[in-house]
């Protein structure tokens, strides 16, 4: 079976995130995509930062009714901080017969280079891309080694473009800061999601 990992810390988990798992496990050769919830790395703690446990929840709420995506707590038992490779390594022990992709956006890719062991993860492991719509300091901030390297990493055999997935221009952070001053998020996230954020009272 082949499967497709999206990570994130899913901060909370939108309608963006689920655009993106979707088309993965449904239009591409990805049978399934699993979700793993990035765990809260002990030296950068965030106030706005969710509890581990909150934000795996909030993902499995919003595709309990997706058979193709599943949510993984994998990373939160492996040593911090958490490293895609020792991750991949720990899948690939536990689901032997399981083929291992990675699914990232344009962003990521651009930066790949600076990945632990970024070579051996790109020639043993497919790699979905997926655009992503630059912020205006994030291209002031792009340099020329990140431009070539993008490129570069987009003629390997093992990285396919995905350019026609429907991304949304919605962040985590804009959407608590719309909670926070009190807006209506509710067409952001999926119903259940919202519930329980309102519920919880989560970034308030």
Partial sequence: MKIGLYFGTFNPIHVGHLVIA????????????????TPQNP????????????????????????????????????????????????????YPKHDFSIIMGEDNLRSFHKW??????????????????LTKQEEEEMNE???????SFKKHKNVFYCE??????????????????????????TEPVYKYVQEMRFYK
């Fill in 22 to 37: 979707n088309y993965m496990a449904d239009f591409t050769e990805l049978d399934e995509v699993w979700l793993i919830v």
């Fill in 43 to 94: 030296l950068k703690k965030k106030k706005t930062l969710l509890k581990d446990f909150h934000r795996l929840l909030l993902v499995r709420e919003a595709i309990d009714d997706n058979s193709k995506l599943k949510v993984s707590d994998v990373e939160f038992n492996l040593p911090k901080p958490s490293y895609t490779i020792k991750t991949l390594n720990c899948l690939i022990e536990k």
């Fill in 116 to 133: 632990y062991n970024y070579e051996f993860i790109i020639n043993h492991h497919s790699i979905y891309v997926y655009p992503r719509v």
């Fill in 145 to 151: 080694l990140d431009l070539k390297s993008k490129e």
């Fill in 164 to 189: 026609n997935v429907p991304v949304m221009k919605v962040s985590a952070s804009f959407i608590r800061k719309a909670i926070k001053e009190g807006k209506d998020v509710r067409y952001l996230l």
